[in-house]
């Protein structure tokens, strides 16, 4: 490995480079250093870039490894977070200016594991406003732009993540999850992206969206990276209540079974708000192709019907955002962005029957969706973004509004935010290019818990293609 080549290495390799000595650290985050001196003023995806302190961590993570000590398949590794993990004494911003002095007073727990895995901390990543928003606008810190485009969006609310990762300013980068915000930049970026099942993964020390809907997760270049980082950061947390007790399995290990028997379920829907574009459904289909020429069975199946699960996604979003921020919405109601204030204030008005009435309703939905969709099949396949990634202007609600820009930002969660309110596991895996050479992300759903499945779906299919190996340029 030459050393000017180390920032478009995959984590994986990176890792295991460092582990057998044939680099050091300090070398690979010096490399992730120049790349965002480069791409930074290009895609904006920073808040805060920490180079002295990731170079300390580095040599500090290099000396233990010199003294025999390995703290596992992360050591060393760089990595950088959306701007919503609290990290204790220092600055978390949460996209706001609301919080643009705000220190923290814990560090968060996937943040904590991180550090107990070695990993070296580049920097924190732009994100939507209080993680609200699909396409990575935002008005205090500046829009994030896609590397592949710099005219268009990079997906939100973790905007900053999947461009980072994409540009090859940073290994690997902890997104959030509440209607997609995950698998929406890495499809829109051209990058690995989970959305772990509920629960799986300790939400305690982040800035909450919505904490019936809320997941956190990894954003990376390779489903193998991935999945050895989701091992990383999930399991049970005593400081949060909702985290599950079932036990983390060895995702990397279990990626080679292959997919020669697997039943996949084909979904391509063509309801929705713009229907589904001819050239992503094209994609999709190319990809259950190629899954089908490894051995897996593919046949058609039909989604439920989303609209009374994406309204109750709705409701639930609405009202606990309105909860959450009710201090600062009658104090500095002006600090927000008008967009992201509106929709947060639109809670103030929902009945708490209805409220109620969306969380009672989520165990039927989840029980639907098992007996219909995933019946008989592994796991299900369908588009990420069901459209060509359109540009920052031409979803730009702040300035421009008006019902068709409303529809095409809607549009990007119709097909991510339902498993949000099933709390089941999807993972976004680039699977081509559409009209505009920006990148097309296929979505694979599970059953709760079986993370395991589609990493070993993914890593089958990235086997055999080159999608997520091509880079910016």
């Not at 000017?4 to 460092?18: G, K, M, P, R």
């Not at 592949?148 to 994409?166: F, H, I, L, P, Q």
């Not at 084909?266 to 050239?279: C, E, I, M, T, V």
């Not at 498993?419 to 993972?427: E, K, Q, V």
């Amino acid at each position: 490995m030459r050393n000017d080549d180390l920032a478009l290495e995959d984590l994986s390799a990176i890792a295991d480079a460092i582990a057998a000595g044939r680099i050091t650290s300090v070398e690979a985050t010096e490399a992730c250093l120049a790349r965002i001196e480069t791409w930074q003023p290009r895609t904006n995806a920073f808040i805060r870039v920490l180079k002295e302190k990731a170079l300390a961590q580095a040599r500090a993570m290099d000396a233990e490894l010199k003294a025999g000590k390995r703290r596992g398949p992360l050591h060393g590794v760089p990595m950088a977070h959306k701007d919503m993990y609290y990290r204790k004494g220092e600055l978390s911003t949460g996209g706001s200016s609301i919080r643009k002095d705000w220190i923290a007073p814990v560090t968060a727990t996937a943040l904590q594991k991180l550090d107990a895995a070695g990993v070296v901390e580049l920097g924190f990543l732009n994100m939507a406003e209080f993680a609200a928003g699909p396409t990575g606008h935002n008005v205090h810190f500046g829009h994030c732009k896609n590397p592949w485009d710099e005219k268009r969006v990079t997906g939100g609310s973790s905007s900053g993540s999947g461009a980072s990762v994409a540009a090859r300013m940073t290994y690997g980068a902890l997104g959030s999850d509440t209607g997609g915000s995950i698998r929406m930049p890495a499809a829109a970026c051209g990058v690995v992206g989970m959305k772990a099942t509920y629960g799986r993964v300790s939400r305690a020390g982040a800035v909450a969206r919505s904490w019936s809907l809320d997941h956190v997760g990894p954003l990376t270049r390779t489903v193998r990276d991935n999945a050895r980082v989701l091992a990383a950061i999930a399991g049970h947390d005593p400081a949060d209540s909702t985290t599950s007790e079932k036990p983390v399995p060895d995702y990397e290990a279990l990626l080679e079974g292959g997919v020669a028997g697997l039943r996949i379920g084909l979904a391509l829907p063509s309801d929705g708000p713009g229907g589904l574009d001819a050239g992503i459904g094209g994609a999709i289909q190319t990809a259950a192709d190629v899954l089908g020429k490894l051995g897996a069975k593919i046949s058609p199946v039909t989604l439920p019907d989303f609209t009374a699960l994406y309204r109750a996604a709705e409701v639930m979003v609405k009202c606990e955002a309105a909860a959450m921020h009710r201090p600062w919405m009658e104090k500095t109601p002006e600090l927000y962005a008008n967009q992201v204030r509106t929709r947060m204030e639109a809670g103030f008005f929902i009945p708490a029957t209805q409220y109620i009435d969306a969380l009672r309703l989520r165990a039927h939905f989840v029980a639907e969706f098992l007996a219909t969709a995933m019946d008989g099949v592994d796991a299900v396949l369908l588009p990420a973004i069901p459209f060509p990634i359109p540009t920052i202007e031409e979803t730009d609600t702040e300035n421009k509004g008006g019902p068709a820009v409303l529809k095409m930002v809607a549009g990007f969660t119709g097909l991510t935010r339902p498993f949000n309110t099933l709390g089941i596991p999807a993972l976004s895996v680039p699977c081509g290019f559409d009209r505009n050479g920006v990148p097309i992300g296929m979505q694979l759903v599970g059953r709760p818990f079986d993370e395991a499945m589609l990493y070993r779906i993914g890593h089958a299919y990235q086997g055999a293609t080159d999608h997520h190996t091509r880079v910016p340029a």
